[in-house]
């Protein structure tokens, strides 16, 4: 008789154990789209991603090609 409430008890327990899974994917799907979401907002705002960013980019762009020239 214990070992029928013993294999109740397990697929009650799968189950449940299931369904927080489930639960916490989709909460942490929803997580890291409103964290990029919020990241990529925060760049188009903020100076770093136009303005020393791509400057520097083109200051190791025109090093880079005196360089290649001296050589």
């Known amino acids: 008789m214990g070992s ?3 294999a109740i008890g397990s697929g009650i327990n799968s189950v449940v154990s299931a369904i927080a899974a489930v639960i916490m994917a989709i909460v942490g799907a929803i997580t890291t789209v409103i964290v990029t979401i919020f990241d990529v907002i ?6 770093r991603c136009c303005g020393s960013r791509s400057s520097g980019r083109r200051t190791g762009r025109s090093r880079r090609g005196r ?5």
Do not use: E, N, P, T
Not at 67 to 71: F, P
């Open 67 to 71: 360089r290649s020239g001296v050589y």
């Open 42 to 47: 925060v760049d188009i705002l903020c100076c």
């Open 4 to 6: 029928i409430f013993s």
